[in-house]
């Protein structure tokens, strides 16, 4: 990317990541797009997600043409292209090698408080709907492929002292902090897919990163079972994250 950075910020579900991508939108060097591989991953996988048959019509669903646009130049007269990205979007035997032309990031959130929310929303809870294999896979090859370990962020963390976890960030990833990253104003915002008017309330209410709060509830045994699994996945990753 010779003209700027490329920040692929590689999440699992029911995290901070639509709050991150607003964080870096609201700069003023920087472009974010939203999930741009959704489209291909919901037309290769048939689920049938809220509007998903709006979002294929909509966006392009060919893999190869989004992973030639991301990996382009950045778009108008932006120098930071921000990459909001669902790591299960990957699908099995995808190509992988055009990631080592981005700045690849993850961002974590403890797989108890993610199935907690997954249970409220949908019956179709299992590990693979964490994300974890997926994010622990993708951060091993991005790892193997640069020689380092790239820069792995957990939500708890940034909604606990979100500037200083930021400013980390950007140091790591080379470019300057802005404090415009850490309010914006509330509402939509033109780097939304079209899927925001089915998941994105919250983050529409919002004017910054919420403070903490641990998400309350117990896990039936079967998600006690999957949490079993996660947690060593999460561990590995969540020991080698950026902290103050």
Request: negative net charge; charged residues 25%.
């Amino acid at each position: 990317m010779a003209d700027g950075v490329a920040i692929a910020m590689w999440s699992g579900p029911r995290n901070i990541s639509t709050a991150m991508m607003y964080s870096f939108d609201n700069r003023r060097d920087c472009f974010a797009i939203d999930e741009p591989l959704y489209a291909h991953y919901l037309a290769q996988t048939g689920i049938q997600h809220p509007g998903a048959g709006k979002v294929i019509a909509h966006y392009e669903s060919d893999s190869a043409k989004v992973v030639d646009y991301l990996t382009g130049h950045i778009p108008g007269d932006a120098s930071i292209w921000y990459q909001k990205h669902m790591c299960h979007h990957i699908l099995p035997g995808m190509d992988t090698d055009w990631l080592d032309s981005l700045s690849n990031c993850f961002l974590l959130r403890d797989p108890r408080e993610v199935l907690l929310s997954l249970a409220r929303i949908t019956d179709e809870v299992s590990l693979w709907s964490t994300g974890l294999p997926q994010q622990v896979r993708l951060m091993e090859l991005v790892a193997k492929s640069s020689g380092r370990i790239p820069p792995i962020l957990d939500s708890r963390d940034i909604l606990e002292d979100p500037g200083g976890i930021l400013r980390l960030l950007c140091d790591e990833i080379g470019i300057d902090f802005s404090d415009r990253m850490l309010s914006w104003k509330a509402g939509p915002r033109h780097c939304d897919g079209i899927w925001g008017e089915h998941w994105y309330d919250s983050v529409w209410s919002s004017t910054g990163f919420a403070p903490y709060r641990p998400r309350r509830g117990e896990l039936t045994p079967e998600h006690e079972a999957i949490l079993e699994q996660a947690t060593p996945l999460y561990e590995s990753m969540h020991r080698l994250r950026l902290a103050l």
